[in-house]
């Protein structure tokens, strides 16, 4: 169930792997020097990072008392993952985060995520319930559509939008031609006009479009990259180890979320959640847009929102922001 292995000195501790629902995740942890609270944290990173971007939240929230898990999700990293690109629905994605609650020893866990670790945070509770003492999500909006995903993304951002590019061979293989350009495009701060994200700042089909500039001349990318050498060169080698196709299949499997919905709610009338639920929206991220996130009160009873001055990449952009409002929402919750 359990081992150990080295990575880069400094960045992140060594991982313990965990198996879970058929999977083998690298799980990187803090713990408390007291004893640790009733209810652990799992940090649920996006696209395409690893659990290296909670690498500044690690030990504050350990300092606070609590057993902080951050897995390389599945697919990503040194965890394992389908070759079905297909198999990474949030089915699959809760089971295995509520597997690893439940290997750490603990019956309920605030779950925590941002962009697709969001979808996780907000969709344990309706998939796992008896796992979940809360949920926050850093910029990304609860993610429902009672029509197919993929054909209302193509009506309302054309056919040059992010989604559909992602789910091509051509773009998986422009990504896997070399590691650390794919992720200095990523991974860009606005620097006055615009990111590779959004030149705009506004969530139109323009901006939904960004995954075509990858093929640009870097040169041309506004912003600047965001992270420093050490963190590039650890996500570099990841990458190029493992390739994107894991990654990619998040979005291959945004067809199996909304099967999933579907099921789970087949008259479209969703549950409310019931526990407690922080969202932190990012003022200037154009894609994960912070008007997304005015609906919450439909889907959530006890929500509070608070807005960071970042871009897309917010625990990255600004840590230490990022931990005032974690620390005082799960200090005063829990």
Request: include cysteine; charged fraction near 25%.
């Amino acid at each position: 169930m359990t081992g150990a292995a080295e990575t880069r000195p400094g960045l992140l501790p060594a991982p313990r792997f965990v198996d879970t629902n058929g999977v083998r995740l690298a799980v990187y942890e803090a713990k408390p020097e007291r004893a640790a609270r009733d209810v652990c944290v799992v940090l649920c990173h996006g696209f395409p990072e690893l659990a290296a971007s909670w690498r500044h939240q690690l030990q504050p929230l350990a300092d606070a008392g609590f057993h902080v898990l951050a897995p390389d999700l599945r697919g990503y990293g040194r965890s394992t993952g389908p070759a079905d690109p297909t198999a990474y629905s949030i089915a699959e994605t809760t089971t295995d985060v509520a597997g690893l609650i439940a290997d750490a020893g603990y019956d309920r866990a605030v779950v925590v995520g941002h962009d697709f670790g969001g979808m996780i945070s907000w969709w344990m509770p309706h998939l796992h319930p008896e796992r979940v003492a809360g949920v926050i999500t850093l910029n990304t909006p609860f993610g429902y559509s009672r029509e197919d995903p993929l054909e209302k993304y193509l009506e309302a951002y054309g056919p040059r939008n992010y989604v559909a590019h992602f789910q091509t061979p051509e773009l998986q293989a422009l990504m896997e031609r070399d590691p650390a350009r794919t992720l200095r495009f990523f991974f860009r701060r606005d620097t006055g006009a615009g990111t590779t994200l959004s030149r705009t700042g506004r969530h139109d089909a323009e901006s939904m479009s960004y995954s075509h500039l990858l093929a640009d001349d870097e040169a041309t990318w506004p912003g600047e990259v965001l992270v420093g050498d050490e963190e590039l060169d650890y996500y570099a080698e990841a990458f190029a180890r493992t390739g994107f196709g894991g990654p990619l299949g998040w979005y291959r499997s945004i067809p199996g979320n909304w099967r999933v919905q579907s099921e789970v709610f087949p008259d479209g009338a969703i549950a409310k959640l019931t526990v407690p639920a922080l969202m932190i929206a990012a003022r200037r991220d154009a894609i994960c847009h912070p008007d997304l996130s005015d609906n919450l009160l439909q889907y959530v009873e006890t929500l509070e929102r608070r807005m960071l001055d970042t871009g897309h990449w917010t625990q990255q952009e600004d840590p230490a922001g990022t931990n005032e409002v974690l620390l005082e929402w799960l200090t005063r919750h829990f």
